[in-house]
């Protein structure tokens, strides 16, 4: 599947951010999808994902109770809402599409591009 990420920016601390990453493929129903970040000088890492179905989800601790990851399989999307953001969430956002169990590591077999999120302090 191809998938193409957008929405990222340049927002102060607390505010929010929408991700949205549009797929083409016949796969992406079958596919867990997710999204990873590499901030500056760092390996990328995961920050949560999304069953098949679009009813089961996963997030990295460090951004729980914070973001919200859906999937629409309508219109081949999957978002990611990103509220009380931090300096600390600056980094390239990526979505990332694959075989899979949302509650093991997940190592997705497609990626987009990545977008730009900045968080001024």
């Known amino acids: 599947v191809q998938l193409q990420a957008s929405g990222g920016g340049l927002v102060q601390a607390g505010g929010s951010l929408r991700l949205s990453c549009a797929a083409s493929?016949?796969?992406?129903?079958?596919?867990?999808m997710g999204w990873f970040r590499q901030p500056p000088g760092k390996d990328r890492e995961f920050v949560a994902a999304?069953?098949?179905?679009?009813?089961?989800?996963r997030y990295a601790d460090s951004v729980k109770g914070r973001f919200t990851i859906s999937k629409d399989n309508a219109k081949n999307t999957v978002n990611l809402q990103m509220n009380s953001l931090k300096p600390e969430d600056t980094a390239i956002y990526y979505c990332?599409?694959?075989?899979?169990?949302?509650?093991?590591?997940?190592?997705?077999?497609?990626w987009g591009q990545g977008t730009q999120v900045t968080v001024s302090s």
């Open positions: 999304i069953t098949q179905s679009g009813t089961g989800t």
């Open positions: 493929g016949r796969t992406f129903r079958s596919y867990l």
């Open positions: 990332a599409g694959g075989n899979g169990n949302v509650y093991a590591p997940f190592a997705p077999d497609d």
